[in-house]
């Protein structure tokens, strides 16, 4: 079974950052595009990041760029998302999926992981 685990998650005042993992069970993901996605209360779920298989295309939502950066170490099957100057806004449980293509849709992804809390207070 393949697996992807988020973690990193936390609550944290605005302005303040946090870095999201996300690990892979299986060596295969590191040929897989992988993206982030969240959902606030009472809203659908949204992209937020993705990057290619190999690291060399990277895709942000016009809400993060210049705030949020994903990264991917494919030796370890884990994809980052350093998320810096947080706002109320960003709250919301982050998702981690992994694809066969880099896409701001939820449908081009595969796989997901169960999702970890970001709160940021005011």
């Known amino acids: 079974q393949v697996q992807l685990v988020d973690s990193g998650g936390g609550l944290v005042q605005a302005g303040g950052s946090l870095r999201l993992s996300c690990a892979a069970s299986?060596?295969?993901?590191?040929?897989?595009?992988r993206g982030w996605f969240r959902q606030a209360p009472g809203k659908e779920r949204e992209f937020v990041a993705a990057i290619s298989w190999s690291g060399g295309s990277t895709y942000y939502a016009d809400s993060v760029k210049g705030r949020f950066t994903i990264s991917r170490d494919n030796a370890k099957n884990t994809v980052y998302l350093q998320m810096n100057s947080l706002k109320p806004e960003d709250t919301g449980v982050y998702y981690c999926?992994?694809?066969?293509?880099?896409?701001?849709?939820?449908?081009?992804?595969?796989?997901w992981g169960q999702g970890t809390q970001v709160t940021v207070s005011s």
């Open positions: 999926a992994a694809g066969y293509q880099a896409t701001t849709q939820s449908g081009g992804y595969d796989y």
């Open positions: 299986r060596r295969t993901f590191s040929r897989y595009s």
